[in-house]
């Protein structure tokens, strides 16, 4: 069958959309009946209370969605999770299933026309899967056999560099790290990772700059904060749980600033659902100043404050600037007042979207503070500039020393649980040296030095037919990825494509010349192997490690724990391997101890995680060292604005989320908290930019980006006017991926750019 007949993209048409009025506040009760009605729907009363119970309990299980982290203290019972976990778990633990009668049933181009709402609502895939050359529909194999061709065709590469080794941010730290072992000891570090599409600008810049590519603060620092600045990030829908810390700052006194081009519901009102007594009150005002920033104006921002601090300075000296910080702690601050005097904030604040009274606004509660939080998520990372975004975010904190101390630092919000874990685990395409000594000092094997490909990289490399095979280890590559089609296609260049997954997804569908579908235990499954059942462990966004064990039957008796399946295939592979890959994997134990001797900070790992809570990693930044930089100080560096030029009747597009998404995972239909039901398909607009183009509300138009001379089209968006700057638009991933072209990245970090699209539009035929 020709793959010119697989859909990589979700289908272009509509489902029928309703508009409602946009809440005014965040959470509460509706937020309460959509989570229990998605886990009942979804596993059964039983099981949801099997579920819910249990969930991000100390001794229970990790939530699979973000990783955003517990209280340190007690927790609440039944209640420590968010509406998007809920549902998150919910679809783990679903009772519909994907066996092999499925698969008979449905070919891949059936399945490739569905919605990723309808291949996701599928359900649990039972057993291993092939899909052999030239063939229309999935096959059951057994797992000897799916480890057996892995290794085959691993071992007639030509070199190890021409195979891919993705890895998802759920994967636990066990797997992680078993899983880099194997790809090392084959011969390669092409690791790449979901950080290398979201906050590898984050670690890039903080690294630079601080010499620890985390953040610094801890979920208590949100108590003794006087000032938290929310950059780029939409917390209500994609880390609903942060609310509680934000509304824990305002209860002890602090203020917050909000900056962002879209007026996010979660963060202007908020109704503790953990508090029965305030569920039909008024809610809670987190928000005291919102800045609504044009997309990709925050350097220009951020540049405009520093610029009147260092007025104010200059005015009263020792009233703005920390000196003794600057001076004992930082390198660098004379370059960057001198670079930052080529700006005039004559040509910076058109760029912003703001007034200077407003932006002055935010200036008097950053004088008027010292301990400083600032937050961040996608809206800073993911543009050509993102690293400069997160850098600058440094400079500003550490004029004002607000790092290294209680109640202040960097905040960068990741997204999917153990995202961190696993770079702490190796997975990373440019290993440090040590790390790989390390390695080599306790296995017996000389480990590759080569940096290997990120994931644009990779796509490159299997476009180019210079990578053959492509094992993922979770996620839903294709949706998560740019430039769907120019991705397929990398994909479809392939002799073999593996995923390890709980849960059908389009990935399964864009495959290559055979494809593999190895399915693996979920977070909230027990994890039964020859020595007994197994807890995993994961890392969350403030560097802390603790267990996760789940405590539901597996969904099928043919699945593998993922340790299980990394040992499967090292074994079918590395011949030679002094590594006892069958005992690691039955033992979780014994990795960690390997994960002990290899790693710093993990000493007495086995111990110190079954104590409650687990415990954190160290943190140079956190402990006031910067030492690891390459000044032994905190950096101050250049960085530089949006250079993007709108020509007439276009605009800078941003790719979001609904409410009813976490990732690529769709739960739903609905952004109830900005106004939509029953549709994905939207384009938000700024009301005059419509009128402009003689646009109504409901509209359907074409959208058509432009990069370096090529254009890409994504058909069938219904327009909406919206709250959003002139000459901004927003709409959902993944049915906008297809417009981020593959080049356009990141500097240093090679992040796509994914916030930064130039758009034209056109009706609709």
Request: charged share 20%.
């Amino acid at each position: 069958m020709s793959t010119k007949k697989i859909h990589a993209q979700p289908p272009e048409k509509l489902t029928g959309i309703q508009l409602i009025e946009v809440p005014d506040k965040a959470v509460g009760t509706k937020a309460i009946e959509s989570a229990l009605s998605h886990v009942i729907s979804e596993t059964g009363i039983s099981n949801s209370f099997k579920l819910l119970k249990n969930l991000n309990q100390t001794y229970g299980f990790d939530c699979p969605g973000c990783a955003w982290p517990d209280p340190d203290e007690k927790r609440a019972f039944l209640a420590e999770y968010c509406e998007n976990g809920a549902k998150a778990v919910a679809e783990e633990a679903t009772k519909n299933r994907v066996s092999p009668i499925f698969f008979a049933t449905h070919s891949i181009e059936e399945l490739s026309e569905w919605s990723d709402y309808e291949i996701g609502k599928s359900g649990r895939i039972t057993h291993p899967m092939i899909l052999h050359e030239g063939s229309t529909h999935y096959e059951e194999t057994s797992w000897e056999n799916a480890f057996s061709i892995i290794g085959e065709e691993l071992n007639k590469l030509s070199s190890p560099d021409e195979a891919i080794f993705y890895t998802s941010g759920r994967t636990s730290n066990e797997a992680a790290y078993l899983y880099q072992l194997f790809v090392r000891q084959y011969g390669t570090n092409n690791l790449p990772d979901c950080s290398n599409m979201c906050h590898e600008s984050s670690g890039s810049g903080l690294s630079e700059t601080l010499g620890i590519g985390k953040g610094s603060v801890t979920l208590d620092d949100f108590k003794h904060a006087d000032l938290v600045i929310v950059m780029g990030q939409n917390p209500g829908t994609n880390h609903p749980r942060m609310l509680t810390a934000l509304g824990e700052t305002k209860d002890h006194g602090g203020k917050i600033i909000t900056i962002n081009p879209l007026p996010e519901v979660g963060l202007m009102n908020y109704v503790d659902p953990q508090n029965p007594i305030k569920w039909f009150g008024n809610g809670q005002k987190l928000t005291d100043l919102f800045l609504q920033v044009k997309i990709n104006g925050d350097v220009a921002l951020l540049k405009i404050i520093m610029k009147l601090m260092k007025e104010k300075e200059l005015e009263q000296p020792n009233s703005v600037f920390n000196h003794q910080f600057i001076n004992e702690k930082t390198h660098g601050l004379n370059e960057f007042l001198a670079n930052l005097d080529t700006y005039t904030i004559e040509e910076l604040l058109p760029q912003t979207g703001l007034t200077l009274p407003e932006i002055k606004k935010a200036l008097q509660l950053i004088i008027n503070n010292d301990q400083i939080i600032i937050c961040w998520a996608m809206g800073l990372t993911q543009h050509k500039n993102g690293v400069d975004n997160i850098r600058e975010v440094v400079n500003l904190l550490l004029l004002k020393g607000s790092i290294g101390k209680q109640g202040a630092g960097t905040c960068p919000v990741r997204g999917h649980s153990n995202v961190q874990g696993d770079r702490t685990m190796g997975i990373w395409e440019k290993p440090k040296e040590n790390f790989l000594q390390s390695l080599e000092k306790e296995f017996g094997f000389e480990a590759p030095r080569k940096h290997g490909y990120d994931v644009v990289e990779a796509i490159e490399a299997m476009h180019a037919k210079k990578a053959k095979v492509f094992i993922g280890m979770g996620g839903n590559f294709i949706s998560a990825t740019p430039d769907t089609e120019y991705t397929a296609k990398a994909l479809q260049n392939c002799d073999l494509t593996v995923h390890v997954s709980t849960k059908l997804n389009r990935s399964h569908l864009i495959h290559g010349k055979k494809a593999l579908i190895l399915p693996c235990l979920g977070r909230s499954e027990k994890d039964i192997q020859k020595t007994g059942e197994q807890f995993i462990t994961v890392e969350n966004s403030m560097g802390v490690v603790h267990q996760s064990k789940g405590n539901l039957h597996p969904a099928s008796d043919h699945l593998l724990s993922e340790p299980a399946i990394v040992a499967g295939i090292a074994e079918a592979t590395l011949h030679t391997s002094k590594v006892n890959w069958a005992e690691l994997a039955s033992n979780y134990d014994l990795i960690r101890d390997k994960i002990e001797a290899t790693i710093s900070g993990f000493d007495s790992y086995n111990k110190r995680v079954r104590i409650k809570g687990g415990f954190y990693l160290p943190n140079n930044a956190r402990d006031n060292d910067f030492s690891p930089t390459s000044t032994g100080k905190a950096n101050f560096t250049l960085n530089k604005p949006s250079d993007i030029f709108l020509e007439k009747d276009q605009f800078i597009l941003m790719t979001i989320r609904t409410h009813d998404q976490y990732n690529t995972t769709i739960y739903g239909l609905n952004d109830r908290y900005r106004g939509v039901l029953n549709e994905r398909r939207v384009l938000f607009m700024n009301p005059n930019d419509m009128a402009n183009l003689g646009l109504s509300k409901l509209d359907t138009v074409d959208l058509i980006s432009h990069f370096e001379g090529e254009q890409r089209i994504a058909t069938k968006f219904l327009v909406i006017p919206y709250s959003i700057p002139q000459q901004c638009t927003a709409t959902y991933f993944p049915e906008a991926n297809v417009l981020v072209p593959i080049k356009s990245k990141a500097r240093i970090s090679n992040t796509p750019a994914s916030k930064g699209v130039i758009i034209t539009l056109r009706k609709s035929n």
